[in-house]
């Protein structure tokens, strides 16, 4: 049905029961075994699970790039049948376009407005993340952690309502991690969106979200939620943050 369907005005993510198996030369192979979940507008939730418990299959379906087979995802009351302007995918694959600059990657995909006003955009944003002075650098003049930057500068300068996160800092060493992580929520300060994160970082989870959901193994489900009542900046080495870890790490066996 694609009609809006009853919904709170605060939430903007609505997943109802939906669930996805892949058919194999063994047979069926049950992934996500019926997740209900809401995010409220303009709320951080983290995703974490074991390997291989279905988390990139879960994230590809609310992004719109897969379908359930049963259940379904809404954005803001309306039925999501495949990608959103509204939405953005940062993944740990990377996007940024080698043979552009960094500016070039920025104004890719800026349509309906001049040339000039593209380059002011690509350029606020460039700043923002914090590669002032990068602008005409290519992608092999650029660290690890600066090409994260940029990919996170192009989502942002699509004006996205949603942030879908998979993984995004997995490739990067502890210490780059710590200052992506920390570079975020400086943007999310300036602008809010909603952003869901997919990670394997529990230690992540708790330094960034406002709620943690934690899936169970393959056929994945939700096996607990954790509400993260910490306020900004959090000091990782606080008694409140160990805690919330590690009954988020006792959920997951550890």
């Not at 039925?79 to 990377?94: C, N, T």
């Amino acid at each position: 049905m694609d009609a809006k369907v009853n919904y709170k005005v605060a939430d903007k993510i609505v997943v109802d029961d939906i669930r996805r198996s892949f058919e194999t030369r063994k047979g069926t192979l049950p992934v996500v075994g019926g997740i209900s979940l809401t995010i409220r507008d303009g709320e951080f939730v983290a995703i974490v699970g074991p390997s291989g418990c279905g988390k990139s299959t879960l994230m590809k379906m609310l992004c719109g790039f897969d379908q359930p087979d049963e259940g379904r995802v809404l954005i803001d009351g309306q039925v999501r049948h495949g990608p959103s302007s509204k939405g953005i995918l940062i993944s740990q694959h990377g996007s940024v376009f080698p043979w552009l600059t960094v500016q070039q990657n920025l104004m890719f995909g800026l349509d309906g407005i001049s040339e000039a006003e593209k380059a002011e955009l690509a350029d606020h944003y460039t700043a923002m993340v914090g590669l002032k002075g990068f602008e005409k650098s290519y992608s092999h003049e650029l660290s690890g952690g600066m090409l994260k930057r940029v990919e996170i500068a192009r989502a942002l300068v699509m004006k996205p309502e949603i942030l879908y996160m998979d993984e995004p800092f997995s490739a990067l060493d502890a210490l780059m991690n710590l200052k992506m992580r920390m570079e975020l929520l400086r943007i999310l300060e300036e602008e809010r969106h909603t952003v869901l994160l997919i990670t394997h970082d529990v230690e992540e989870a708790v330094h960034l979200a406002d709620r943690i959901v934690v899936l169970s193994p393959r056929p994945t489900t939700i096996q607990a939620t954790f509400e993260v009542n910490i306020p900004h900046p959090r000091k990782m080495s606080s008694p409140e943050a160990q805690d919330l870890k590690e009954a988020v790490l006792k959920e997951l066996g550890l």
